[in-house]
């Protein structure tokens, strides 16, 4: 059976309790471990990647080729003597 819909009860989000943030140093940081880090700060840098991070990018899709569909192109250029033809 569904609940109904109770004005200003259902409304309320619920509270879940946060897990309490853990604090990261530089020490483990990707670019410190690997010596990659040319910052010397007291607290981590916008930059910061965990060490475990694999920094690999991501995979790019394969490059397929179409079929072409036409045996010829849909205009083409007039060519010099039916220009010459135009204009005599």
């Known amino acids: 059976m569904r609940a109904q819909y109770e004005p200003g009860r259902n ?8 897990r309490p943030a853990q604090k990261v140093t530089c020490d483990e940081c990707y ?10 700060l007291s ?6 990647r965990p ?4 920094l ?4 790019q899709l394969r490059f397929v080729f ?10 083409v250029f007039p060519t010099a ?6 204009y005599a």
């Open 66 to 75: 179409r079929q072409e569909h036409r045996a010829r192109s849909a205009w």
């Open 31 to 40: 670019f410190k471990r690997h010596l990659l880090c040319a910052l010397e």
């Open 43 to 48: 607290e981590p840098c916008a930059t910061f």
């Open 56 to 59: 690999r990018p991501p995979q």
């Open 11 to 18: 409304c309320v989000p619920s509270k879940r309790t946060a």
């Open 81 to 86: 003597q039916e220009q010459a033809a135009l």
């Open 51 to 54: 060490n475990s991070a694999q």
